[in-house]
């Protein structure tokens, strides 16, 4: 298997599957991500599927069962389009790694979030054109790409509550950024669940089973969970730990990079700030004394309500060690968790704790 | 002026206006408050609203306006009745006051949270019965109690969104825990709007406006806000800071209370956490030594969507000073913030920091 970005600078965690996000630098001050530099984040082969013999199934709790050519797709619904945010539940994985080794899964840096504007039909009309029965309270999403991570092997799946699901946000997408969506980001078509972690957004979408009870597959059941610290994740079942969906408030420095050496005087640092569902990004609190003293960053409008705001500050850096935090606040008031030692976690999801990164602030030429 | 609550044992801030709250314990395991135990914040005086001659006026960008006497209520509307939280978002103002003085605010214990059964209709109902008009976007309440708190002096007032006011749960109560409800807490009538903070629960309530913009009262506009740390709240002006809204994740310790002797041995530990609008409290955890080791408490059900959710550890205490630390996860993965320095800020709001108390466990008995 080859790199599946264009470019040539994305972190590759495995190839195969392929699992790759872009260096931090490559998102600052973007609010939108170039598919080749969008994460990508899989469980199985990336699937060759054509769109001329594709066909999406609509079945279970629905009045009408419905298989829907792209061009069924394409004549039969409004098209939408509209700028989101996907983002990893393992994003900053890295970060708990290092307070304890979480072995098996991709210790992912801030890079496994971007924005894209996505072109497709609502999800909305389509289950609307399938009539919702009494009863229906979930929306399955089943796809091609059998995955050997899970136990057992099998297709890559997942579901969203029937509320989301006909949120007029949620797309069924065949287009990004503009241009036909690229097969290693779910070509011909695949979910968009804007505002929940990026493992609802369902690649290569073959199948919608309306249900009473959420998906049963493994992706839902057992992986995407918060469990507790102690818990052995060999061990962990259906049901146990937090089931994720709704993003939780996090924030990333993107530039300078950490570890990186930077002239000393003036400086802008940037970076990303997300809140998913139902909030935005209220502040961001930065510091260049390792949390002694903060400044607020100025902090962009979201493309819309279903986006990452991208943050700057303009300060002045002396020679030394810098050690730069970045924390977030949404529009409750809610602050991000400050050490990733409390969010530890056995399969490392979730570190939504203050981003940290230390500079190497070089002394003034001579 | 008297106290409002018929328990001797509420602690009193103020009692003109009368802003009072229950000792922590008089919470501790019960899903539901009385309403002489629930706490009551005001901004002036408690006004005597004769229910005969009550009438509601709605107005603003509406179809027709309307003038609705407590019978059109009853009669005109389908009576709903509903569980629901509400807490001041100055709850547990004393832990920032702990890190720096908050002068002219009331240092709310954590028992400015409480819990009630409400009826009454839900605003919706009356909206569509007056009809919104194109523009419409926020619903402001306003009442007759003035406060001298507001600059200038005002009747108190707050709004909410369109989206929040036509969602089912919002009530225009007039029943509380089953009997009237009382004076004190806002008879004839008053709002309830669950997962968001109490302050928008406007009490005898006379007017609704549907506007385009937020109320411009003072206690929507400048008070209630998220100020920056250095700001200077008596300068502080309409639209500065962050407008709370929807409530952040909160968690308090119920049972025993801080400082309290307790004896060695078994004891159970209890306590409720909040999620608020959208979200509900997906683990508690609990330390007995300062937050060097955690447990996981056991949380109950809420009853709903918008209650809190009470959580108890049972536990061994040896003998000595024990530090017991609570901390709240949400159902996105989403942990409380630590530490209530990191949350200060000047009018002194959304202490959601990790709840602490320490126990003054006796050695056996000899």
């Known amino acids: 298997m080859g790199t599946w970005g264009k ?30 530099t969008f994460y990508s984040r899989n469980h199985g082969p990336v699937p060759e599927v054509d769109p001329a013999t594709w066909r999406l199934r609509v079945d279970g709790l629905v009045e009408r069962e419905l298989e829907l050519t792209l061009e069924d797709l394409r004549a039969g619904f409004a098209e939408r389009t509209l700028p989101a945010t996907l983002q990893c539940a393992g994003n900053r994985r890295a970060g708990l790694v290092a307070v304890r080794d979480i072995p098996g899964e991709d210790p992912w840096r801030g890079g496994a979030t971007s924005t894209a504007t996505w072109t497709g039909v609502a999800l909305a009309d389509v289950l609307a054109a399938a009539g919702l029965r009494e009863g229906a309270e979930h929306v399955c999403f089943s796809a091609p790409d059998v995955s050997q991570v899970a136990d057992p092997p099998q297709p890559y799946g997942g579901s969203v509550p029937v509320a989301k699901a006909t949120s007029p946000e949620v797309l069924l997408a065949w287009g990004m950024n503009g241009e036909p969506l690229p097969r290693v980001h779910g070509a011909p078509v695949r979910v968009v669940v804007p505002g ?15 249900t009473a009870e959420p998906s049963d597959n493994y992706f839902q059941a057992t992986a995407y969970r918060v469990l507790p610290p102690e818990a052995d994740p060999r061990a962990a079942g259906p049901g146990d730990g937090i089931s994720l969906g709704p993003a939780a408030l996090s924030c990333e420095l993107l530039d300078p990079a950490d570890g990186s050496p930077v002239p000393c005087g003036r400086a802008v640092l940037t970076g990303y700030a997300y809140a998913g569902q139902d909030r935005a990004v209220a502040r961001v609190d930065v510091s260049t004394d390792g949390g002694a003293t903060w ?10 309500p279903w986006t990452w705001q991208h943050w700057r500050l303009r300060t002045d850096l ?32 979730g570190n939504t704790s203050w981003a940290r990164a230390r ?5 003034p030429a001579p």
Do not use: C, F
């Open 7 to 36: 470019r040539g600078d994305m972190l590759v965690h495995e190839h195969d599957p392929y699992n790759a996000e872009p260096p931090l630098g490559a998102l600052a001050g973007e609010p939108v991500t170039s598919a080749d």
């Open 295 to 304: 400044a607020q960053a100025e902090v962009d409008a979201p493309d819309g």
């Open 318 to 349: 002396a020679p030394g060690d810098v050690d730069v935090v970045a924390r977030a606040w949404d529009s409750t008031g809610a602050l991000q968790p400050e050490h990733a030692a409390d969010l530890w976690n056995p399969k490392g999801y």
């Open 196 to 210: 929940w972690i990026g493992a609802r957004s369902v690649k290569w979408l073959t199948g919608i089973t309306v």
């Open 359 to 363: 500079l190497a602030v070089a002394p």
